[in-house]
Nanobody
């Protein structure tokens, strides 16, 4: 059974930083592209960032490029999202996700971790 467990969310002031983690189990982590998806209050899900199975390629939406960094440790079956220079519009529940059809595939989700950016 695929399990994805996110952690690291919280309340942070604008301009602050957080590091999200996603512990994966139940599948061969190093063979799957992984993504972070967020859902802001009252809005639909938004794909934020993705990383190739071997970590060689990373991808971001424009609004987070240069502020967020996705990474992975295949030896630890863990995905990360370093978020710097956070803005109120980054407030959302953040989910890690993966699937059978490549980088933007989201067949499997975790339970999410909440990030609130507010002064």
């Amino acid at each position: 059974e695929v399990q994805l467990v996110e952690s690291g969310g919280g309340l942070v002031h604008p301009g602050g930083s957080l590091r999200l983690s996603c512990a994966a189990s139940g599948f061969t982590f190093g063979r799957y592209d992984m993504s972070w998806v967020r859902q802001a209050p009252g809005k639909g899900p938004e794909w934020v960032s993705g990383i190739d199975s071997d970590g060689a390629g990373t991808y971001y939406i424009e609004s987070v490029s240069g502020r967020f960094t996705i990474s992975r440790d295949n030896a630890k079956n863990t995905l990360y999202l370093q978020m710097n220079s956070l803005k109120p519009e980054d407030t959302a529940v953040y989910y890690c996700a993966t699937g059978e059809s490549g980088l933007t595939s989201t067949d499997y989700w975790g339970q999410g971790t909440e990030v609130t950016v507010s002064s």
